[in-house]
């Protein structure tokens, strides 16, 4: 147990010390203070009447709302993992009693954790400090959410972010190609809002399905906003295949960064 706390606050200093990964970590609580107070200003802009905009403006917002902590996360372990790869520091890792193998599940243990911390964050203080802000028809629509649906949400989507940043560190040679694989993959946080078009609200939507974030988010989106459409499966069992899919992912970039990686 010591040996894993001493990592912990090694980890703690190296994220404090780069101004970028401190910045990824905080992006969780930017991402709050948008839902909590920008947002809801968006949406008083927006004439009531005009509701199909308004619904729309929500959802495109909701999509940024569940997906962008998770990415932000992502590119801060991708940062970390690079660090590793400029130092060569896993082959010093490699012949102490962790090893390299048992360092790298701890250092994305730790990173899944803070990503499921920061989106339960998130979404319990949106839905407290400006639930009734995201109504439709004078509802809230974070009535439709428990705290078991925000847990079970935030366990399953954030696999992607210890997958991500392996996979990210994994293709970079370098920092600044890292920051390019970042920019790149960033539009798979959006690829879950195409749902708003009509051909993707049918059994179309499966074609979205390849984006890893695709399945709870729309588990999720499906809670806050019900849709009605026979093509839809139910919340568990959208968020059963995300995490299925995930972990795959994640067993296959680990695997795949270790090869890479020159320790």
Do not use: C
């Not at 001493?6 to 200093?13: A, G, N, P, Q, T």
């Not at 992607?160 to 940043?165: K, Q, R, Y």
């Not at 999720?220 to 009605?228: A, S, T, V």
């Amino acid at each position: 147990m010591n040996k894993y706390l001493s990592l912990l606050k090694y980890e703690v200093k190296t994220i404090i010390r780069d101004p970028i990964n401190l910045y990824m970590f905080l992006f969780p609580i930017i991402i709050l203070i948008l839902s909590s107070f920008v947002f809801p200003m968006i949406f008083e802009s927006i004439d009531p009447i005009k509701g199909t905009i308004l619904k729309a403006t929500m959802f495109l917002l909701l999509v940024v709302i569940l997906a962008f902590g998770s990415f932000f996360l992502a590119a801060m372990a991708t940062f970390l993992l690079l660090d590793h790869k400029d130092e060569h520091t896993l082959s010093t890792i490699a012949v102490t009693p962790v090893g390299a193998s048992g360092y790298l599940k701890f250092k994305l243990a730790y990173i899944y954790l803070m990503s499921v911390v920061g989106t339960i964050v998130i979404l319990i203080g949106t839905k407290l400090i400006a639930g009734d802000k995201y109504t439709i028809l004078g509802k809230s629509i974070f009535d439709n959410i428990s705290i078991f649906h925000i847990v079970s949400f935030a366990m399953v989507n954030e696999l992607l972010t210890p997958a991500l940043g392996l996979a990210q560190a994994a293709f970079a040679k370098n920092k600044v190609e890292g920051f390019a694989y970042i920019k790149g993959t960033g539009i798979l946080a959006l690829a879950p809002a195409l749902m708003i078009l009509e051909a993707f609200q049918g059994g179309l939507q499966y074609v979205l399905g390849i984006f890893p974030n695709f399945w709870a988010i729309k588990g999720m989106l499906l809670k806050l906003m019900p849709f009605e459409n026979s093509a839809d499966l139910s919340y568990p069992v959208y968020l059963l295949i995300g995490g299925v899919y995930n972990i795959i992912l994640l067993i296959a970039a680990y695997r795949f960064f270790l090869k890479k990686a020159q320790y």
